[in-house]
């Protein structure tokens, strides 16, 4: 704000200074105001239930739902069977030998998960061309487990060096249905030598996504091998911590400071349709987690998604909010009138494309 000057031993100015925190607090109160009412819109709370997930406080923890998704044949049943360390689900070098998800409950490190093996996803081009109904609801059903997911973790199979375009797919799904997303580089065996490391690997399967969906940079990557057992131990706490960061919820205060930095330093284009005062974001809110949801009051309700999805890109690089979508909604807020109605634009997440 304003320098306001004073002078502690004289008294001068604290009068002044009075008044200007007197309007601060005002000001903040007013906001706050007006993030509760547009919280018990039904519109904007849509049919989530709690605002702020409750994991240790009361009761037994929930299970951490965990989905496995990927193409056929990529090694999501043999995952499964290591991470449970049994032979619970059929594997086979047939593709397509899962057909329906199948839901174990499962106690990791004495933690509740739910794990869900799917069938694997073909190309669609390829369903049309086998006409095979079953895979489709095979499909449909793999799609299914993902929308109850906390956590999805995407198989791909090692060998076949590029990421196919079913895989991107899916991770661009996972994204939009708001899990949280972890990829599982899988069969390593068969690729990995002396020379080329796991976690080099993990770093070019890293790049390519970024590459495809910038978005999804620095999307956590775990290279293993599910045959021989490499490196499958080290998938849960990845698992864990992604689901941790997803239902994060962060304190008012500490995001309107990154607010008032990042929109210090580049701050938002002038709207034409707003006249002409310059557009400013006054106050940013969550209003939940599963997956990260803000927010923003500004003085005109038609800031340009390429200046939210800058928000929200350094938002993801602030708070380390990787492999999720971010969704930032503008609510236009006046001070002399706050609830002069103006209907909350529902933000587009970060639109993949
Ligand atoms: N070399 C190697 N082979 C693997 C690995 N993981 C799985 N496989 C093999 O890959 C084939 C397919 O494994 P599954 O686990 O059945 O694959 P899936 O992804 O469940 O396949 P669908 O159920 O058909 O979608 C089997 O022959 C496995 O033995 C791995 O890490 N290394
Ligand atoms: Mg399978």
Known sequence: GKPVPISAEHGEGIADIAVVIDRLVKKKRLL??????????TDLVESQPALLPNESDDGPEK???????????????????ALLKQERVITGATPGLTRDSISVNWTWNDRPVQLVDTAGIRKSSNRAKHGDDIEDMAVRDAMRALKVADVAVLVLDAEAGVLQRQELAIADAVVREGRSLVICANKMDLIVDQEYSAKQYAMDVSQQIELRFPMLRKTPVVAMSSLTGKNVQALMPVVFNARDRWQRVISTGILNRWLQEVTASHPPPTVRSGGTKATKIKYILQTKGRPPTFLLFCNVDDIPQSYIRFLARNFQDTFFMFGMDTRMSIKKSSETNPYSGNATKKGKGFGLG
């Open 63 to 81: 299970p951490l739902q965990l989905t496995i998704l990927g193409r056929p044949n990529v090694g999501k049943s043999t995952l499964v069977n």
């Open 32 to 41: 706050q105001e007006q993030a509760e009412q547009a919280l018990s819109d």
